[in-house]
């Protein structure tokens, strides 16, 4: 009878650099490979899949991560499967200046749906903490602004100290307070959203202060109250990518006409044209900042909110173009936005957020 070598294994050493949960995976691998290479001395077959395993296990042994992201291709890892970061989740719960409502609800439900446990259980540390306003009384301009500013400020406060700043936020207009936080870096914008929100109160027909976020941070309008804005520096239209828009008023598309913005829509977006005005965009800007407005996803995919419109991107197909633009411009910003609870009766939109989220991380690792 053959005898077994008792050579000690070396595999203890190996899982203790690995996180426990994967380990049994880890296990598995192993066994696979030491079974299948002792049946390819033996018959000589097999010799490609036994090729494969080893390959899948050195690419596990050198990443020190999950067997999910060990086997997949070099440089195209799973939505939310990234090197660990230091994440800092800045809550903005205010819809239309009232704290809480709608939409404001949203960014500490997420956090009820296990955000923060998610993260750290692909190895991210994360810190979170809630931006509010000190007004005794609401007033949506005034309230937003100050928003703004102290968005700004914790945005390149949690840059000074090594941490990826997201916000998660009601409303859209947080985002001039986090591109002035990025400042003076040349910012690309991503902006997913079902709207443009490129309004002006020249050509809005509601009246929702929300609808001109991306116009007040590319300068067009609000300019005395952007000027309040610690770090503020319009964007340059000229680098501002719009995803997935679908709902545009006439006025504010005739406005959006006149200037350099690319507006992808959901087919475009399918048919490669993301990577094309990436390419274009590239040598004029330093960094990325992606914005999602929940809306953006199709209504089939649940329903973010009450201006939701058919027509939209699928979850999958938002991780892809986060993932091309993680591959192409460094991201050092992001913002998950407008999530109304009490139209996520089945959760499918708080899955959808979580799983954004972990794609935007896995993005900004790899920048």
Request: hydrophobic share 45%.
């Amino acid at each position: 009878m053959r005898k077994v070598s008792q050579k000690p294994r070396k595999v203890p050493q190996l899982l203790r650099k690995i996180p426990p949960r994967a380990r049994n995976l880890s296990q598995v691998v192993f066994k696979l490979v030491r079974y299948a290479g002792r049946f390819r001395k033996r018959t000589g077959r097999f010799r490609h899949g036994i090729e494969s395993f080893r390959g899948c296990h050195e690419g596990f042994r050198r990443s020190r991560w999950t067997f999910r992201s060990a086997c997949l291709p070099a440089g195209e890892p799973a939505a939310g499967y990234s090197h660990p970061m230091n994440v800092e989740l800045l809550l903005v719960p205010y819809d239309t200046a009232l704290r809480g409502w709608r939409m404001g609800a949203g960014p500490e439900h997420l956090l009820q749906a296990g955000l923060i446990s998610r993260l750290e259980a692909l190895g991210h540390a994360v810190s979170s903490s809630v931006i509010m306003t000190v007004r005794d009384a609401p007033a949506e301009i005034g309230t937003a602004f100050e928003l703004m500013r102290l968005v700004a400020q914790r945005v390149r406060a949690a840059r000074e100290q090594g941490r990826f700043p997201l916000v998660l936020s009601g409303n859209c207009n947080t985002a001039p307070g986090t591109l002035a936080g990025l400042t003076p870096a040349s910012r690309a914008v991503f902006w997913f959203d079902a709207h443009a929100d490129c309004n002006t109160p020249d050509t809005t027909s509601s009246g929702f202060l929300d609808g001109t976020a991306l116009a007040t941070a590319m300068g067009w309008c609000w300019r005395q109250m952007t000027s309040s804005i610690p770090g503020f520096q319009p964007v340059s239209d000229h680098s501002v990518i719009l995803l997935g828009a679908r709902d545009v008023d006439p006025l504010e598309a005739e406005l959006m006409s006149r200037s350099a913005v690319r507006v992808l829509a959901p087919g475009s977006l399918r048919d490669g044209g993301l990577a094309r005005q990436i390419a274009s965009i590239r040598p004029q800007v330093d960094l990325a900042y992606v914005h999602c407005d929940l809306d953006a996803l199709d209504p089939a995919e649940g329903r973010a909110n009450p201006f939701a419109v058919a027509g939209g991107l699928t979850v999958a197909e938002i991780e892809s173009a986060v993932r091309e633009i993680g591959r192409s411009v460094p991201l050092k910003a992001a913002a998950v936005t407008a999530y109304a609870p009490e139209y996520d009766a089945d959760g499918r939109i708080a899955e959808a957020a979580l799983r954004i989220i972990e794609s935007l991380l896995a993005a900004a690792a790899r920048s």
